[in-house]
């Protein structure tokens, strides 16, 4: 009975360690793929009737093309490419550390992005 018993709880450790094991190796597995996400995402900034605006690509499919200032209203251009382009690399460094990639007025500002000033 007691030799019984000692099989039993060992086959339960060795069962909850095997657990342990899987569940590290889907972190790790996952924090490679996260890792991998990021070092593929580009920015591109492009012209657009009235300015311009950037595009967020993945391992080189697209995933954002934004047109128009995010974060304020109506549908406003940025004026220059390099404010889109500032802009598009905060949505990217976002979408790296695992944030929603939305921007505010305030980020705006603290960007000098000059529509969000006004």
């Known amino acids: 009975m007691i030799k019984r018993n000692k099989v039993i709880i ?11 094991v899987c ?4 972190r790790l597995d996952t924090a490679k793929k996260v890792t991998a996400m990021a070092d ?6 492009f012209q657009t009737g009235s300015g311009w605006g950037y595009k967020v690509s993945i391992g080189g499919k697209p995933f954002i093309n934004q047109d128009i200032i995010p974060g304020l209203p109506g549908n406003i251009s940025f004026s220059s490419r390099e404010d889109a382009l500032r802009v598009g690399l905060k949505v990217a460094e ?3 550390q695992q944030e929603i990639p939305a921007v505010s007025r305030e980020e705006l500002i603290a960007m000098k992005i000059t529509a969000a000033m006004k």
Do not use: E, N
Not at 23 to 26: G, I, K
Not at 40 to 45: D, K, L, Q, R, S
């Open 10 to 20: 060992t086959g339960l450790c060795l069962m909850v360690v095997l657990c342990i």
């Open 94 to 96: 976002k979408l790296k």
């Open 40 to 45: 593929a995402i580009a920015v591109t900034p």
């Open 23 to 26: 569940v590290q190796y889907r």
